[in-house]
């Protein structure tokens, strides 16, 4: 798998919260053992809410997502009659595919050229000069 990497399991004393807006996809976490009942549900998260925790989400935007200590998500696969509408846990189970985990990282070009910015170009194989910041 391209850009995959072996991490540490999750410190359990890394504060959890799901941010969703789907109950069924909460659910499911919980069934999954990703959480407990009780965890803290938001439907939209703020800075505060995600810095430094451990999110899991059915949808993060990723100026949100690189603060966060781990991204877990359960990517689905809906078919389109089902696009758009709320879920069951049973067709979230049906449609679900193994739990993924995410470490995001803003990523910014070491260099600089007139014509395409650091990231990479036929005249200033600048490609692959990545710096990511921790």
């Known amino acids: ?4 990497k072996l991490i540490d399991a999750p410190d359990p004393s890394v504060p959890v919260v799901v941010v969703t807006r789907h109950s069924a996809f909460v659910a499911l976490c919980v069934e999954r053992g990703l959480c407990t009942p009780d965890v803290k549900v938001l439907a939209h ?3 505060g809410d995600i810095l430094g925790r451990r999110v899991i989400t059915s949808g993060l935007p990723l100026h949100l997502a690189v603060e966060c200590e781990a991204v877990v998500t359960i990517p689905l696969t809906i078919p389109p009659d089902l696009r758009g509408k709320e879920l069951t846990v049973e067709q979230m189970r049906k ?3 193994p739990t993924a985990t995410f470490i995001v990282s803003r990523a910014v ?4 050229c007139k014509s395409c910015e650091g990231w990479g170009c036929e005249s200033c194989h600048h490609e692959g000069l990545i710096h990511v910041l921790q």
């Open 95 to 97: 449609h679900a595919e």
């Open 109 to 112: 070009a070491l260099e600089n």
């Open 45 to 47: 998260a703020t800075f």
């Open 1 to 4: 798998m391209r850009n995959t």
